[in-house]
Protein backbone atom coordinates (compact mmCIF):
# COMPACT_ATOMS: atom_id res chain seq x y z
CA UNK A 1 0.00 0.00 0.00
CA UNK A 2 1.45 3.77 -0.91
CA UNK A 3 1.71 5.61 2.12
CA UNK A 4 -1.08 8.45 2.99
CA UNK A 5 0.75 11.45 2.83
CA UNK A 6 -0.45 13.98 6.03
CA UNK A 7 0.39 18.08 5.07
CA UNK A 8 1.11 19.23 8.91
CA UNK A 9 2.47 18.03 11.44
CA UNK A 10 1.07 20.08 14.27
CA UNK A 11 -0.89 18.14 16.29
CA UNK A 12 -3.81 17.14 14.34
CA UNK A 13 -1.45 15.72 11.94
CA UNK A 14 0.28 13.62 14.18
CA UNK A 15 -2.63 12.39 15.76
CA UNK A 16 -3.79 11.00 12.67
CA UNK A 17 -0.27 9.75 11.62
CA UNK A 18 -0.13 7.90 15.23
CA UNK A 19 -3.55 6.47 14.49
CA UNK A 20 -3.27 5.21 10.96
CA UNK A 21 0.18 3.66 11.73
CA UNK A 22 -0.97 1.95 14.63
CA UNK A 23 -3.54 0.52 11.94
CA UNK A 24 -1.15 -0.61 10.03
CA UNK A 25 -1.45 1.65 7.29
CA UNK A 26 1.92 3.29 6.21
CA UNK A 27 2.22 7.64 6.17
CA UNK A 28 4.51 10.29 5.29
CA UNK A 29 4.22 13.59 7.29
CA UNK A 30 4.83 16.68 5.02
CA UNK A 31 6.08 19.74 7.46
CA UNK A 32 6.89 23.27 6.01
CA UNK A 33 8.47 24.68 9.16
CA UNK A 34 11.58 22.96 11.02
CA UNK A 35 9.54 21.67 14.14
CA UNK A 36 6.35 19.80 15.14
CA UNK A 37 3.82 21.07 17.30
CA UNK A 38 2.20 23.99 15.10
CA UNK A 39 1.58 26.79 18.11
CA UNK A 40 2.38 24.06 20.74
CA UNK A 41 6.11 25.24 21.87
CA UNK A 42 7.69 24.54 25.62
CA UNK A 43 10.78 25.66 26.50
CA UNK A 44 12.79 25.94 30.04
CA UNK A 45 15.18 27.96 30.56
CA UNK A 46 16.85 29.27 33.87
CA UNK A 47 14.44 26.78 36.33
CA UNK A 48 11.17 28.50 34.48
CA UNK A 49 9.15 26.12 31.75
CA UNK A 50 7.54 28.72 29.33
CA UNK A 51 4.38 27.42 26.70
CA UNK A 52 3.92 30.13 24.18
CA UNK A 53 0.59 28.48 22.45
CA UNK A 54 -1.81 26.86 25.28
CA UNK A 55 -1.05 25.73 28.63
CA UNK A 56 -3.54 22.95 29.12
CA UNK A 57 -5.57 20.47 27.34
CA UNK A 58 -9.45 20.50 28.04
CA UNK A 59 -10.15 16.95 28.33
CA UNK A 60 -13.41 16.94 26.63
CA UNK A 61 -13.66 13.51 24.91
CA UNK A 62 -12.67 10.02 25.83
CA UNK A 63 -10.50 10.00 22.43
CA UNK A 64 -7.93 12.69 24.40
CA UNK A 65 -7.51 10.68 27.48
CA UNK A 66 -7.08 7.10 24.91
CA UNK A 67 -4.39 9.44 23.04
CA UNK A 68 -2.32 9.60 26.04
CA UNK A 69 -2.55 6.34 27.26
CA UNK A 70 -1.46 4.70 23.64
CA UNK A 71 0.92 7.44 23.26
CA UNK A 72 2.47 6.00 26.76
CA UNK A 73 2.48 9.23 28.51
CA UNK A 74 0.27 8.88 31.54
CA UNK A 75 3.39 8.49 34.19
CA UNK A 76 4.01 12.22 32.69
CA UNK A 77 0.79 13.48 32.53
CA UNK A 78 -0.26 16.39 35.63
CA UNK A 79 -3.03 17.65 36.35
CA UNK A 80 -3.53 21.11 37.55
CA UNK A 81 -3.62 21.76 41.19
CA UNK A 82 -7.23 21.55 42.71
CA UNK A 83 -6.22 25.04 44.18
CA UNK A 84 -5.89 27.08 41.07
CA UNK A 85 -9.18 26.50 39.94
CA UNK A 86 -10.31 30.53 40.47
CA UNK A 87 -10.28 32.27 37.85
CA UNK A 88 -10.74 36.10 37.71
CA UNK A 89 -12.48 38.42 35.10
CA UNK A 90 -11.35 41.75 35.32
CA UNK A 91 -14.10 44.39 36.44
CA UNK A 92 -13.52 48.14 38.19
CA UNK A 93 -9.77 48.02 37.23
CA UNK A 94 -9.23 44.71 39.48
CA UNK A 95 -9.65 41.00 38.62
CA UNK A 96 -13.05 39.44 40.90
CA UNK A 97 -13.63 35.76 41.27
CA UNK A 98 -15.74 34.10 38.89
CA UNK A 99 -18.48 32.68 40.99
CA UNK A 100 -18.67 28.95 41.22
CA UNK A 101 -21.77 28.58 42.66
CA UNK A 102 -25.20 29.56 42.51
CA UNK A 103 -25.56 31.25 45.36
CA UNK A 104 -21.95 32.88 44.65
CA UNK A 105 -23.17 33.96 41.26
CA UNK A 106 -25.83 36.13 43.24
CA UNK A 107 -23.61 37.57 45.69
CA UNK A 108 -20.54 38.59 43.78
CA UNK A 109 -19.72 41.99 42.48
CA UNK A 110 -18.37 40.68 39.39
CA UNK A 111 -22.28 41.69 38.34
CA UNK A 112 -24.95 44.48 38.79
CA UNK A 113 -28.26 43.34 40.08
CA UNK A 114 -29.53 44.30 37.07
CA UNK A 115 -27.24 41.33 35.03
CA UNK A 116 -28.34 38.80 37.91
CA UNK A 117 -32.20 39.35 36.56
CA UNK A 118 -31.56 38.59 33.49
CA UNK A 119 -30.63 35.28 34.09
CA UNK A 120 -33.30 34.73 36.15
CA UNK A 121 -35.36 36.02 33.40
CA UNK A 122 -33.42 33.88 30.88
CA UNK A 123 -35.60 30.73 30.95
CA UNK A 124 -38.56 32.42 29.70
CA UNK A 125 -37.01 34.25 26.87
CA UNK A 126 -38.39 32.57 23.59
CA UNK A 127 -35.84 31.08 21.73
CA UNK A 128 -35.09 32.31 18.08
CA UNK A 129 -36.27 30.04 15.39
CA UNK A 130 -36.13 32.03 12.12
CA UNK A 131 -33.19 30.49 10.64
CA UNK A 132 -31.22 33.48 11.09
CA UNK A 133 -27.35 33.23 11.96
CA UNK A 134 -26.48 35.22 14.92
CA UNK A 135 -23.12 36.52 15.91
CA UNK A 136 -22.53 35.67 20.10
CA UNK A 137 -22.77 39.33 20.70
CA UNK A 138 -26.16 39.37 19.46
CA UNK A 139 -27.30 36.21 20.89
CA UNK A 140 -26.20 37.27 24.38
CA UNK A 141 -28.05 40.05 24.17
CA UNK A 142 -30.94 39.23 23.38
CA UNK A 143 -31.00 35.91 25.67
CA UNK A 144 -29.59 38.19 28.64
CA UNK A 145 -28.14 41.85 28.25
CA UNK A 146 -25.39 44.20 27.37
CA UNK A 147 -23.41 44.02 30.46
CA UNK A 148 -23.20 40.08 30.68
CA UNK A 149 -21.71 40.97 26.70
CA UNK A 150 -19.61 43.49 28.12
CA UNK A 151 -18.27 42.29 31.18
CA UNK A 152 -18.60 38.67 30.78
CA UNK A 153 -18.56 36.92 27.09
CA UNK A 154 -16.24 39.34 25.66
CA UNK A 155 -13.51 38.17 28.02
CA UNK A 156 -14.56 34.55 27.46
CA UNK A 157 -14.27 35.13 23.71
CA UNK A 158 -11.05 36.96 23.79
CA UNK A 159 -9.46 33.72 25.90
CA UNK A 160 -10.91 31.11 23.62
CA UNK A 161 -10.80 32.96 20.24
CA UNK A 162 -8.76 36.08 20.74
CA UNK A 163 -11.65 37.38 19.00
CA UNK A 164 -15.00 39.80 18.61
CA UNK A 165 -18.21 38.79 19.91
CA UNK A 166 -19.66 41.41 17.35
CA UNK A 167 -18.24 39.50 14.79
CA UNK A 168 -18.09 35.05 15.68
CA UNK A 169 -20.82 33.21 14.33
CA UNK A 170 -23.06 31.46 17.39
CA UNK A 171 -23.72 28.23 15.95
CA UNK A 172 -19.98 28.14 14.26
CA UNK A 173 -17.99 29.34 17.21
CA UNK A 174 -20.05 28.56 19.99
CA UNK A 175 -22.51 25.24 18.68
CA UNK A 176 -22.97 24.63 21.96
CA UNK A 177 -24.66 27.58 22.82
CA UNK A 178 -27.00 27.36 19.65
CA UNK A 179 -27.79 23.79 20.64
CA UNK A 180 -28.78 24.30 24.03
CA UNK A 181 -31.09 26.81 22.77
CA UNK A 182 -32.43 24.65 20.01
CA UNK A 183 -32.89 21.64 22.02
CA UNK A 184 -34.24 23.08 25.69
CA UNK A 185 -35.01 26.24 24.62
CA UNK A 186 -32.78 27.96 27.42
CA UNK A 187 -29.38 28.18 27.94
CA UNK A 188 -29.95 27.77 32.18
CA UNK A 189 -32.30 24.80 31.05
CA UNK A 190 -29.97 23.17 29.05
CA UNK A 191 -27.44 23.06 31.92
CA UNK A 192 -29.93 21.41 33.94
CA UNK A 193 -31.85 19.12 31.50
CA UNK A 194 -29.04 18.35 29.41
CA UNK A 195 -26.09 16.61 32.19
CA UNK A 196 -27.68 13.49 31.11
CA UNK A 197 -27.19 13.44 27.09
CA UNK A 198 -23.45 14.51 27.84
CA UNK A 199 -22.97 11.84 30.38
CA UNK A 200 -24.53 9.26 27.73
CA UNK A 201 -21.68 11.28 24.98
CA UNK A 202 -18.94 10.63 27.35
CA UNK A 203 -18.08 13.98 26.29
CA UNK A 204 -17.54 17.06 28.59
CA UNK A 205 -18.69 20.92 28.69
CA UNK A 206 -15.67 22.74 28.50
CA UNK A 207 -16.03 25.08 31.53
CA UNK A 208 -16.29 21.12 33.47
CA UNK A 209 -13.69 19.39 31.78
CA UNK A 210 -10.22 18.01 33.66
CA UNK A 211 -7.21 20.46 32.56
CA UNK A 212 -3.65 18.72 32.36
CA UNK A 213 -0.51 19.03 30.95
CA UNK A 214 2.54 17.04 31.09
CA UNK A 215 6.40 17.13 33.13
CA UNK A 216 7.98 19.05 30.44
CA UNK A 217 4.87 20.69 29.20
CA UNK A 218 2.52 20.75 26.23
CA UNK A 219 5.68 19.87 24.12
CA UNK A 220 5.51 16.43 24.85
CA UNK A 221 2.91 15.30 23.59
CA UNK A 222 3.85 16.07 19.75
CA UNK A 223 7.76 15.48 20.33
CA UNK A 224 6.38 11.60 21.72
CA UNK A 225 4.18 11.30 18.63
CA UNK A 226 7.08 12.72 15.57
CA UNK A 227 9.29 10.27 17.47
CA UNK A 228 7.53 7.78 16.46
CA UNK A 229 7.36 8.64 12.61
CA UNK A 230 10.81 8.29 11.99
CA UNK A 231 11.91 8.70 8.63
CA UNK A 232 8.23 9.22 7.61
CA UNK A 233 8.88 12.47 8.80
CA UNK A 234 9.46 15.39 6.56
CA UNK A 235 10.45 18.67 8.06
CA UNK A 236 11.49 21.85 6.20
CA UNK A 237 9.38 19.90 3.26
CA UNK A 238 6.14 22.43 2.30
CA UNK A 239 4.14 20.95 -0.40
CA UNK A 240 3.76 23.13 -3.25
CA UNK A 241 1.26 21.24 -5.52
CA UNK A 242 -1.66 18.37 -5.63
CA UNK A 243 -2.11 15.78 -8.36
CA UNK A 244 -4.87 13.60 -8.34
CA UNK A 245 -3.95 10.05 -9.93
CA UNK A 246 -5.91 6.59 -11.02
CA UNK A 247 -5.57 5.92 -7.31
CA UNK A 248 -4.75 8.13 -5.24
CA UNK A 249 -2.72 11.79 -5.06
CA UNK A 250 0.78 12.50 -6.08
CA UNK A 251 2.63 15.20 -3.50
CA UNK A 252 4.95 17.83 -5.05
CA UNK A 253 7.47 19.18 -2.72
CA UNK A 254 10.76 20.47 -3.81
CA UNK A 255 12.28 17.82 -3.41
CA UNK A 256 10.47 16.17 -5.79
CA UNK A 257 6.84 13.86 -6.25
CA UNK A 258 6.00 11.04 -4.14
CA UNK A 259 2.57 8.80 -4.97
CA UNK A 260 0.49 8.66 -2.17
CA UNK A 261 -2.62 6.65 -1.60
CA UNK A 262 -4.56 9.48 0.24
CA UNK A 263 -3.83 12.87 1.29
CA UNK A 264 -5.25 14.25 4.57
CA UNK A 265 -4.41 18.50 5.17
CA UNK A 266 -3.84 19.09 8.29
CA UNK A 267 -2.35 22.65 7.81
CA UNK A 268 -3.79 25.98 7.84
CA UNK A 269 -6.62 27.69 5.89
CA UNK A 270 -4.14 30.62 4.67
CA UNK A 271 -1.61 27.77 4.03
CA UNK A 272 -4.28 25.96 2.02
CA UNK A 273 -5.54 28.72 -0.20
CA UNK A 274 -2.12 28.35 -1.58
CA UNK A 275 -1.88 24.90 -2.54
CA UNK A 276 -2.45 23.73 -6.35
CA UNK A 277 -4.37 21.18 -6.67
CA UNK A 278 -4.36 18.92 -10.17
CA UNK A 279 -7.28 16.75 -11.60
CA UNK A 280 -6.93 13.96 -13.72
CA UNK A 281 -9.53 11.25 -14.93
CA UNK A 282 -12.71 12.21 -15.84
CA UNK A 283 -14.27 12.67 -12.29
CA UNK A 284 -14.84 16.22 -12.19
CA UNK A 285 -14.18 18.60 -9.77
CA UNK A 286 -15.29 21.70 -11.60
CA UNK A 287 -17.95 24.24 -9.68
CA UNK A 288 -15.18 23.06 -6.80
CA UNK A 289 -12.07 23.38 -8.37
CA UNK A 290 -12.58 25.65 -11.04
CA UNK A 291 -10.45 24.45 -14.01
CA UNK A 292 -8.26 25.96 -16.26
CA UNK A 293 -6.90 24.90 -19.84
CA UNK A 294 -3.97 22.75 -18.52
CA UNK A 295 -6.12 21.38 -15.27
CA UNK A 296 -4.56 22.61 -12.77
CA UNK A 297 -6.87 24.24 -9.81
CA UNK A 298 -5.70 26.72 -7.57
CA UNK A 299 -8.01 25.49 -3.84
CA UNK A 300 -10.18 28.28 -3.87
CA UNK A 301 -8.81 31.46 -2.41
CA UNK A 302 -11.88 32.01 -0.75
CA UNK A 303 -9.66 30.46 2.01
CA UNK A 304 -7.19 33.14 2.24
CA UNK A 305 -10.27 35.05 3.89
CA UNK A 306 -10.50 33.50 6.88
CA UNK A 307 -8.99 35.62 9.31
CA UNK A 308 -6.05 34.36 11.59
CA UNK A 309 -5.90 37.56 14.13
CA UNK A 310 -1.98 37.74 15.36
CA UNK A 311 -1.12 37.39 18.66
CA UNK A 312 2.21 37.69 21.00
CA UNK A 313 2.34 35.66 24.28
CA UNK A 314 4.72 37.65 26.85
CA UNK A 315 6.20 35.08 29.51
CA UNK A 316 7.26 36.92 32.53
CA UNK A 317 8.96 35.85 35.78
CA UNK A 318 8.88 37.49 39.33
CA UNK A 319 9.84 37.14 42.47
CA UNK A 320 6.59 36.32 44.94
CA UNK A 321 7.51 39.33 47.30
CA UNK A 322 7.06 41.16 43.94
CA UNK A 323 3.39 40.13 43.21
CA UNK A 324 0.99 41.66 45.22
CA UNK A 325 -2.17 39.29 44.66
CA UNK A 326 -2.16 35.75 45.24
CA UNK A 327 -2.36 34.87 41.73
CA UNK A 328 -3.52 30.86 43.39
CA UNK A 329 -6.09 30.19 40.55
CA UNK A 330 -6.50 29.50 36.75
CA UNK A 331 -5.86 33.05 35.34
CA UNK A 332 -7.27 36.36 35.01
CA UNK A 333 -9.53 37.41 31.70
CA UNK A 334 -9.33 41.17 30.50
CA UNK A 335 -13.39 42.67 28.71
CA UNK A 336 -12.21 45.48 26.45
CA UNK A 337 -14.48 47.78 28.01
CA UNK A 338 -11.86 48.09 31.25
CA UNK A 339 -9.18 50.03 28.91
CA UNK A 340 -6.45 47.36 29.17
CA UNK A 341 -4.07 46.37 26.51
CA UNK A 342 -3.33 42.74 27.48
CA UNK A 343 -6.45 39.86 26.76
CA UNK A 344 -5.62 37.70 29.52
CA UNK A 345 -3.14 36.35 31.96
CA UNK A 346 -2.46 33.05 33.06
CA UNK A 347 -0.56 32.41 36.49
CA UNK A 348 1.15 29.66 34.92
CA UNK A 349 2.82 28.57 38.06
CA UNK A 350 0.31 28.14 39.91
CA UNK A 351 -1.23 25.67 37.69
CA UNK A 352 1.55 22.95 37.52
CA UNK A 353 4.53 21.82 40.00
CA UNK A 354 7.84 23.10 38.41
CA UNK A 355 6.88 26.08 36.43
CA UNK A 356 9.00 28.43 38.43
CA UNK A 357 11.68 28.06 40.77
CA UNK A 358 11.61 28.39 44.47
CA UNK A 359 10.13 31.70 45.10
CA UNK A 360 8.87 32.62 41.79
CA UNK A 361 6.20 33.10 39.91
CA UNK A 362 5.19 32.71 36.38
CA UNK A 363 2.69 34.35 34.52
CA UNK A 364 2.14 34.10 30.78
CA UNK A 365 -0.43 36.72 29.15
CA UNK A 366 -1.35 37.70 26.05
CA UNK A 367 -1.31 40.43 23.30
CA UNK A 368 -3.23 41.44 20.21
CA UNK A 369 -5.72 39.08 18.82
CA UNK A 370 -9.08 40.57 16.73
CA UNK A 371 -9.35 43.09 20.05
CA UNK A 372 -5.43 44.61 19.14
CA UNK A 373 -3.73 43.63 16.41
CA UNK A 374 -1.65 46.38 15.65
CA UNK A 375 -0.29 45.85 19.30
CA UNK A 376 0.86 42.03 18.34
CA UNK A 377 3.55 42.82 16.43
CA UNK A 378 5.28 44.96 18.43
CA UNK A 379 8.90 44.73 19.38
CA UNK A 380 9.31 42.20 22.60
CA UNK A 381 10.68 45.50 24.89
CA UNK A 382 7.48 47.01 23.58
CA UNK A 383 5.59 44.52 24.42
CA UNK A 384 6.36 43.74 27.56
CA UNK A 385 6.67 47.23 28.71
CA UNK A 386 2.88 47.19 27.80
CA UNK A 387 2.41 44.09 29.50
CA UNK A 388 3.90 45.02 32.84
CA UNK A 389 2.25 48.71 32.84
CA UNK A 390 -1.42 46.61 32.90
CA UNK A 391 0.30 43.60 35.37
CA UNK A 392 1.28 46.64 37.71
CA UNK A 393 -2.16 47.69 37.77
CA UNK A 394 -3.94 44.50 37.96
CA UNK A 395 -1.86 42.49 40.15
CA UNK A 396 0.29 44.86 41.66
CA UNK A 397 3.55 43.48 40.12
CA UNK A 398 6.78 46.05 41.59
CA UNK A 399 10.50 45.30 40.65
CA UNK A 400 11.25 43.81 37.36
CA UNK A 401 10.74 40.50 35.79
CA UNK A 402 12.94 37.33 36.72
CA UNK A 403 12.28 36.08 33.28
CA UNK A 404 11.52 37.12 30.44
CA UNK A 405 9.96 35.04 27.07
CA UNK A 406 8.04 36.31 24.29
CA UNK A 407 6.51 34.36 21.05
CA UNK A 408 4.70 36.47 18.09
CA UNK A 409 2.11 34.43 15.96
CA UNK A 410 1.27 36.33 13.37
CA UNK A 411 -1.61 34.40 12.28
CA UNK A 412 -2.52 32.44 15.87
CA UNK A 413 -6.27 31.25 15.67
CA UNK A 414 -8.59 31.24 12.22
CA UNK A 415 -11.91 33.00 13.31
CA UNK A 416 -14.97 31.34 13.11
CA UNK A 417 -17.29 34.50 11.91
CA UNK A 418 -20.53 34.65 10.65
CA UNK A 419 -21.27 32.90 7.34
CA UNK A 420 -17.89 30.56 8.48
CA UNK A 421 -20.68 27.66 7.31
CA UNK A 422 -19.43 28.56 3.56
CA UNK A 423 -15.99 27.35 4.24
CA UNK A 424 -17.00 24.14 6.02
CA UNK A 425 -19.23 23.12 3.12
CA UNK A 426 -16.81 23.51 0.44
CA UNK A 427 -14.37 21.48 2.38
CA UNK A 428 -17.26 18.99 2.45
CA UNK A 429 -17.97 19.53 -1.31
CA UNK A 430 -14.07 19.21 -2.30
CA UNK A 431 -13.94 15.95 -0.21
CA UNK A 432 -16.88 14.50 -2.01
CA UNK A 433 -15.63 15.59 -5.68
CA UNK A 434 -11.98 14.53 -4.83
CA UNK A 435 -11.59 11.11 -3.88
CA UNK A 436 -9.06 10.20 -0.69
CA UNK A 437 -8.50 14.04 -0.83
CA UNK A 438 -9.29 14.82 3.22
CA UNK A 439 -9.38 17.96 5.63
CA UNK A 440 -9.03 17.86 9.18
CA UNK A 441 -7.85 20.41 11.62
CA UNK A 442 -8.53 24.19 14.05
CA UNK A 443 -9.85 25.43 11.02
CA UNK A 444 -12.77 22.79 10.16
CA UNK A 445 -13.15 21.11 13.66
CA UNK A 446 -12.69 23.45 16.65
CA UNK A 447 -9.93 25.78 18.11
CA UNK A 448 -9.09 23.54 21.49
CA UNK A 449 -6.16 21.45 21.22
CA UNK A 450 -8.79 19.21 22.37
CA UNK A 451 -10.62 19.78 19.33
CA UNK A 452 -7.51 19.24 17.18
CA UNK A 453 -6.80 15.86 18.89
CA UNK A 454 -10.27 14.98 18.62
CA UNK A 455 -10.27 15.94 14.99
CA UNK A 456 -6.74 14.05 14.18
CA UNK A 457 -8.46 11.10 15.51
CA UNK A 458 -11.42 11.07 13.39
CA UNK A 459 -10.16 11.69 10.28
CA UNK A 460 -7.35 8.76 10.85
CA UNK A 461 -10.11 6.36 10.96
CA UNK A 462 -12.11 7.86 8.07
CA UNK A 463 -8.95 7.20 6.29
CA UNK A 464 -8.45 3.82 7.37
CA UNK A 465 -12.18 2.84 5.96
CA UNK A 466 -11.80 4.51 3.18
CA UNK A 467 -8.53 3.02 1.90
CA UNK A 468 -10.47 -0.51 2.81
CA UNK A 469 -12.92 -0.19 0.50
CA UNK A 470 -12.40 -2.25 -2.99
Not at 402 to 429: C, E
Request: proline letters at 7%; hydrophobic letters at 40%; charged letters at 20%.
Amino acid sequence: MKPTAIIGAGITGLTAAFYLKRQGVPVTVYEAGGRVGGVIQSIRKDGFLAEFGPNTILETSPKIAQLVRDAGLESRKLATDPKAEARYVVRYGRPIEMPGSVPGFFTTKLFTAKAKLAVLREPFIKPRRDGVEESIAQFVVRRFNQEFLDHAIDALVAGIYAGDPHKLSLPHAFPKLKALEDNYGSMIKGQLFGARDRKKSGEVAKDRAPKFSFDEGLQVLPDTLAAQLGDSLKLNTPVTTLTQTSDGWRVTTAGGEVEHSAVIYCGTAHRLAELVICRTGVAPVSNVLKANGDRRDACPTVFSEISYPPVASVVLGFRREDVTHSCAGFGMLIPKIEGFKILGTIFSSALFPNRAPAGHLLLTSYIGGARYPELAALPPEKLVKLVLADLRVLLGVKGKPTFVYTAFWPKAIPQYNVGYGKYRKLLSDIESKAPKLFFAGHYRDGVSLGDSIVSGVNIAERVAVTLQQP
